[in-house]
């Protein structure tokens, strides 16, 4: 049995195996540009975060229809649940689709037709997270959040994603104060490619109460401290910085010291079908290759619950906090 664990950084978009994609696209009649799923596996060699972004947003022309949005996720939950992942906190780009004349409703319907039933189906406790991408205009971001009014019951919370570095996250105080009027939660990627200014700027101009891969934190001991005094959780995502190339290989992941430091870690898989792994994969892979004691194994999956949003469900927190406690390696 895997170690319980909460998955607290993951694009649903980024959970598309290229098998899916391509019987999405039959299903759709969507044109490829790969021969098969080899060729596109192939293509799975990025230099940075925006060469990834560009096959990311291009494989998303598969996804046209409610079915395919519930197939994706369904997919996901399944592979997450194997894995021991109890509760996920997904993220979706509705910008993306949008763009593509698929509806905020399409999107958000289709996708809870899979969480909607995923703890009685694969006992995973599940949130959805409305991420505005942070290389698009200000207005978009306010135009996208205006066009999720009609489902704010099915959304817990928002982020920002997308190309990081000249894009900080104050462009987008005025939709992160909307968002908090709403009772939106409020998270952010920064100090993934991006300066560690970006991390000070999303928790005092974004109020973020969580900080989505937070890894360059560790350029300034002042913002270290900071982030462990006040408890901020970050959301890291190993595999993925390897595959981005913010880390030269996994055993010089700055993870270890990050927890030595007393951070609130997290280990999460981010695009697990893009990075080589899904949750539990990251755990093994950190585990393997920067020698983590079981009691920092267990720490990072009480730091899952501990940092998740499930303040409207405390009892499910405490029994999965409880699972970790027992859980035997
Ligand atoms: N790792 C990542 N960083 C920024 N935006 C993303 N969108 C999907 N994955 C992302
Ligand atoms: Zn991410």
Redesign the pocket.
Known sequence: MPLPKAELHL?I??TLEPELAFELAARNGVELPYTDTEALREAYRFED?QS??NL?YELMAVLRTERDFADLADAYLARAAAQGVRHAEIFF?PQAHLARGVGMGTVVDGLWRALGRSEEVHGVSTRLILCFLRDESAESALETLDAAKPYLDRITGVGL????VGHPPAKFREVYEAAAALGLRRVA?AG?EGPPEYITEALDVLGVERVD?GLRCMEDPALVERLARERIPLTL?PL?NVR?RTVDVLAEHPLPAMLDAGLLCTVNS??PAYFGGYAGDNFDAVRTSLGLSEERLRELARNSFVASFLEDDEERRARCLAEVDAYTF
């Open positions: 694009h978009e980024g975060l990834f972004l990311y780009d994603d997308s190309a990081e990627h993934e891969h995502c993925s981005l981010d695009d």
